[in-house]
């Protein structure tokens, strides 16, 4: 197993070189760096010397070896545009975008999962059948569109939700927080739903068809034929069945939340990272672009590693012996 | 009274394109104690029997006409939870692939005791105390050990012998084997089917052991019925149907079990395959086949008849080329049905 | 020689005709759903097609549309204009020939860009996939991080990039081809694992051995063998991808580093809207959301069901 583990590590190590790599070359190569940082007026003299200072001509190796350091200790430049450690501004952006990924991700799993695993029972069911196109739907509507209908009826119809910001905050350190107020969930309902349907909806299909593949197998028909009640056979055996695949891409998603609401932040103007990362794209803030990319690369990465842990949990067959765990990768 | 009786059993599949006759109109019983064979090639049907006598048809699948009859209580029209009761507890299964009839995910001990509880009120520690008694039963070695691994840590055989265990655990009266030694090592397959016999004799457990291998039947079976294309073709003593086989098709079968002393003779093999169950011939669904097959048998479909110790369905016993010609008409207009259940007895 | 090219010219028909017979044409037939999404399909497509000709107006002659016009409700509402059967945007322009003319716009790019990431995927699949091997490490490596990274950013930061590399006044007019690269890169993942897997498949098969001992080149030996058989399932994805291309280039313009409102598509139609929604003008920018979801929901319904067809195990 601490092979196993290794082995992932070294992947996530080679992923996170692979991203840093872009990162630094997005950061070194376009545009040019000195001409980001001063004015029209410095000389070309002066230039020079920022760019010696800068070590921006030393050979391609030495710098990116350096840009790796620095992002190591959570370094990573300054902001073209609003000329402040970029590092400080996604700090002060995270809490929002990590509670707003949070709380969907455990809306799409409290309803995705039971959702799936009750059509994969019925599979000819009305019910199953009207979740299932209603899905088809929730997959072909873009997020975006989602946020609006939301804030078309609840905000400006019905005047139920704001349709914008966190709302109240508590500050914890440096961690600002919407969780412990009435308004701050207030704010957080229709984002959350917003980021979530798409993650509800997949996982929910996901599962009805684990479930109706795992239904199918021998060892279901076995445990019927040992006349085990309906309940043992569908959430002792098949359910459990079906978590390998649903914790592999429901760990993927949670990743792909985090990087998903850059649209419902937009949407919503939710103050987070998101919304930063699509304001540096729209002006070319390469050290903002480089940076989240790096940092969505690290939560993809850490996600992984939990997802792999949890499916010693799950798995006998890979507590065992280490050398049949590659098959799992 | 047999333990199992099964009545004129038609097993239909409702498809796109019509509905398929996967059982056509079966007739057998099974005592106390007895091994009934159940030979045929795939696709003849035999593995659906059983799948209807536990009533685990696969749907669309569906019993679409006769009784299944255990201990004299129907129970082919059961409502799934009584039936459910009865599984596992007075009908136990063996699958084929011991492999994938264990879930991988818990151990083969939880497994026992939760069948166990399932169907008695045993304590989790008396139903842990019955399971490893079991897996001593079947022949585990260190059943203390073995009973908390997982079956990814047993070999193909041991699985087997763990599944054996399992179907056997509340000591059922009959076991439905449905080809159980099919996915084992030719080594293990004799072991496993010992195994089984000789438990069965110890609990007084009734089998049908369902199999297309005839030399598993020659040793374990008492009695045997070849299945061809959803009908019985032959049924009778498993002596009398081996060394004296009436239908072409069973002499075909015979002829291909390899033996060793005839080491000379080429292995026999019977012309062209099975019919799809979409274009199954008139008359009788061997016929294209037959070495034997004259005008009648394209036209007629023949019933099963007595012939000797053993009944079987073919017209070569019939008519003016049958050897029992006043007989077996005399017997067909008389007992029909239910005479197929007790003649078969002789 | 002159036999291989026989065979493996009509290679090429063989695997159009067995793509296309069989049970597809039946469960097409019987399937209304998927009849509907078709003719819904072909209703966008037509409409892009003719645009110009079936819209009622010109949302950009400048010299059609007045003020006057402006913020007009659909006609069925009250004040509502029989000349606008959607309403009018606050510049007077006819909503439903914005949607139109949008549409064309929206099925443009979403087609480019698919053609773009299927000659990119199924290119990089079959020398994956028949060459093996370091370049096969690498090209598979490559895509497995892009995978794990949603499409959507990896498309931003394209944009981002290829915004920081063209210089600003011509950033308008390269409008579409920064979108349709953007979208056709980061989705190019889904056709080279495919494809690959089958080439793998097909390699090893001993008519591709033969074609291979007789001294063929391999470059012919993927154009004429291995190409052929792996066109269903290409077709699968790129029909599923066509609806992912609209969504993604509906959002890329409605976060605003899309095409600019002088050439809308159905994104920027609803990224323009947007800002009036609370103001009361809802049709702005609710019916072009709602023709764009139409369109997706139509392709989805065909790509689901033309997977099914394809595979009847997978149902």
Same mark, same amino acid.
């Given at each position: ?105 455990v809306f799409s799993l409290l309803l995705g999962v039971p959702m799936g695993v009750y059509a994969g029972l019925n599979r000819d069911g009305f019910i199953s059948k009207v979740l299932l196109s209603v899905s088809l739907v929730g997959i072909s509507l873009p997020t975006f569109l989602i946020g609006i209908l939301l804030i078309f009826f609840f905000s400006v119809q019905l005047n139920l939700l704001p349709s914008f910001g966190r709302g109240g905050l508590i500050d914890i350190g440096l961690w600002k927080t919407g969780l412990l107020t009435i308004d701050g969930w207030k704010s957080l309902i229709m984002p959350s739903i917003t980021l979530g349907l798409f993650q509800l909806t997949l996982i929910m299909r996901l599962v009805r068809s684990e479930m109706l593949e795992v239904l199918r197998t021998d060892y279901i028909k076995f445990a019927r034929a040992r006349g085990l009640t309906n309940r043992a056979v569908h ?95 | ?346 | ?85 959607? +309403?009018?945007? =606050? ?6 020939? @914005?949607? !139109?003319?949008? $549409?064309?716009? %929206?099925? #443009? &790019? ?21 060459? +093996?091997?370091? =370049? ?6 490559? @895509?497995? !991080?892009?995978? $794990?990274?949603? %499409?959507? #950013? &990896? ?24 979108? =349709? ?16 897997g089958s080439t793998m498949v097909e390699r090893n098969k001993e008519y591709v051995q033969a074609a291979h001992v007789i001294g063929i080149r391999p470059v012919l030996i993927m154009w004429r063998h291995i190409l052929p058989n792996v066109l269903g399932p290409v077709l699968v994805i790129a029909t599923i991808q066509l609806a992912l291309a609209i969504i993604a280039e509906a959002t890329l313009s409605f976060l605003g580093v899309g095409l600019p409102p002088t050439e809308p598509s159905l994104g920027t139609l609803i990224r323009v809207g947007n800002d009036y929604l609370f103001s009361g003008e809802w049709w702005i920018t609710i019916f072009p959301g709602a023709a764009l979801a139409i369109l997706v929901l139509a392709v989805n319904l065909l790509g689901d069901w033309l997977r099914d067809a394809l595979n009847p195990k997978l149902r």
């Amino acid at each position: 197993m601490v092979a196993f583990i290794l082995r992932r590590l070294i992947q996530s190590l080679f992923v996170m070189f692979f991203v840093a790599l872009v990162s630094f070359s997005m950061f070194r190569f376009v545009g040019d760096p000195v001409n980001q940082m001063v004015g029209i007026e410095t000389s070309i003299a002066e230039r020079e010397a920022l760019r010696e200072r800068l070590g921006l001509n030393d050979p391609f190796m030495v710098q990116f070896g350096r840009y790796i350091g620095k992002a190591a200790t959570g370094e990573f430049g300054i902001s073209y545009q609003h000329k402040r450690p970029v590092a400080e501004m996604l700090v002060e952006r995270m809490p929002a975008t990590l509670e707003l990924a949070l709380v969907s991700a455990v809306f799409s799993l409290l309803l995705g999962v039971p959702m799936g695993v009750y059509a994969g029972l019925n599979r000819d069911g009305f019910i199953s059948k009207v979740l299932l196109s209603v899905s088809l739907v929730g997959i072909s509507l873009p997020t975006f569109l989602i946020g609006i209908l939301l804030i078309f009826f609840f905000s400006v119809q019905l005047n139920l939700l704001p349709s914008f910001g966190r709302g109240g905050l508590i500050d914890i350190g440096l961690w600002k927080t919407g969780l412990l107020t009435i308004d701050g969930w207030k704010s957080l309902i229709m984002p959350s739903i917003t980021l979530g349907l798409f993650q509800l909806t997949l996982i929910m299909r996901l599962v009805r068809s684990e479930m109706l593949e795992v239904l199918r197998t021998d060892y279901i028909k076995f445990a019927r034929a040992r006349g085990l009640t309906n309940r043992a056979v569908h959430f002792g055996h098949a359910l459990k069945n079906t978590l390998v695949p649903v914790i592999t891409i429901t760990g993927l998603q949670l990743g792909s939340i985090i990087a998903f609401a850059i649209i419902t932040e937009t949407v919503f103007q939710w103050p987070g990272m998101g919304q930063m990362f699509l304001q540096a794209v729209t002006t070319v803030d390469i050290p903002i672009m480089a940076a989240y990319l790096m940092l969505i690369a690290f939560f993809f990465v850490v996600i992984n590693l939990i997802v792999d842990l949890l499916y010693y949990v799950v798995d006998p067959r890979l507590r065992v012996d280490t050398g049949k765990a590659s098959g799992h990768g | 009274m047999p333990l199992l009786e099964v009545e004129n059993l038609v097993v239909e599949f409702p498809t796109r394109r019509g509905t398929l006759t996967a059982v056509n109109d079966i007739s057998l019983h099974i005592d106390e104690g007895e091994v009934l064979g159940v030979v045929g090639e795939s696709g003849a049907g035999k593995s659906m029997t059983g799948a209807a006598i536990i009533g685990l048809l696969e749907p669309p699948g569906r019993v679409a006409s006769g009784r299944i009859l255990l201990e004299g209580e129907r129970i082919d029209n059961l409502p799934y939870e009584k039936m459910r009761r009865i599984r596992g507890k007075r009908i136990g299964a063996i699958f084929q692939d011991p492999l994938t009839s264990l879930n991988p995910l818990y151990s083969v001990g939880r497994q026992l005791v939760e069948t166990i509880q399932t169907h008695t009120d045993l304590s989790p520690t008396q139903a842990r105390a019955r399971a490893i008694e079991l897996l001593t039963e079947v022949g585990i070695p260190a059943p203390e050990r073995r009973v908390d691994q997982y079956p990814h840590q047993f070999s193909g055989g041991m699985r087997q012998r763990v599944v054996i265990a399992l179907a056997l655990c509340v000591n059922p009266r009959l076991i439905i084997a449905d080809e159980p030694t099919t996915a084992l090592d030719v080594s293990i397959q004799a072991q496993i089917i010992a195994l089984l016999k000789r438990l069965c004799r110890e609990h007084g457990t009734a089998v049908m052991l369902v199999t297309h291998d005839m030399g598993v039947i020659a040793e374990t079976a008492d009695r045997v019925a070849v299945m061809y294309a959803g009908r019985i073709a032959e049924i009778g003593p498993v002596r009398e149907v081996i060394k004296n086989a009436k239908h072409p098709y069973t002499h075909g079968l015979m002829g291909s079990i390899p033996s060793i002393g005839h080491d000379s003779e080429r292995l026999e093999q019977i012309p062209g395959s099975m019919p799809r169950l979409t274009d199954i011939p008139t008359g009788c669904a061997f016929n294209p086949r037959c070495p034997h097959a004259f005008d009648k048998c394209r036209t007629v479909r023949p019933d099963l008849l007595p012939i000797e110790d053993s009944w079987t369905a073919c017209w070569l016993y019939d008519g003016e080329e049958g050897r029992n010609k006043e007989a077996s008409k005399k017997l067909v207009a008389e007992t029909k049905a239910d005479a197929v259940l007790e003649g078969n007895n002789g | 020689m002159a036999d291989t090219n026989m065979t493996s010219g009509s290679g090429f028909m063989d695997g159009m005709r067995r793509f296309f017979d069989g049970d597809i044409w039946y469960s097409f037939t019987r399937s209304p759903v998927t009849m509907v999404a078709a003719a819904i399909t072909f209703l966008y497509f037509f409409m892009a097609a003719f645009g110009p000709l079936v819209a009622p107006h010109d949302p950009f002659d400048l010299a059609s549309i007045t003020l006057l016009d402006a913020s007009l409700p659909p006609a069925w509402m009250e004040y509502g204009d029989p000349r606008f059967l959607l +309403g009018t945007d =606050i510049q007077g322009r006819d909503v439903l020939s @914005a949607i !139109i003319y949008g $549409s064309r716009v %929206s099925l #443009l &790019i979403g087609f480019a860009s698919v053609i773009l990431s299927l000659i990119l995927g199924v290119g990089l699949g079959l020398i994956s996939g028949f060459v +093996g091997g370091a =370049i096969d490490a690498f090209i598979m490596r490559v @895509a497995e !991080i892009q995978l $794990s990274f949603p %499409s959507i #950013l &990896i498309a931003l930061l394209i944009n981002g990039v290829l915004r920081g590399v063209i210089e600003l006044q011509n950033q308008a007019d390269l409008a579409y081809a920064v979108l =349709i690269l953007s979208i056709g890169l980061s989705n190019w993942v889904q056709y080279a694992r495919t494809v690959r897997g089958s080439t793998m498949v097909e390699r090893n098969k001993e008519y591709v051995q033969a074609a291979h001992v007789i001294g063929i080149r391999p470059v012919l030996i993927m154009w004429r063998h291995i190409l052929p058989n792996v066109l269903g399932p290409v077709l699968v994805i790129a029909t599923i991808q066509l609806a992912l291309a609209i969504i993604a280039e509906a959002t890329l313009s409605f976060l605003g580093v899309g095409l600019p409102p002088t050439e809308p598509s159905l994104g920027t139609l609803i990224r323009v809207g947007n800002d009036y929604l609370f103001s009361g003008e809802w049709w702005i920018t609710i019916f072009p959301g709602a023709a764009l979801a139409i369109l997706v929901l139509a392709v989805n319904l065909l790509g689901d069901w033309l997977r099914d067809a394809l595979n009847p195990k997978l149902r």
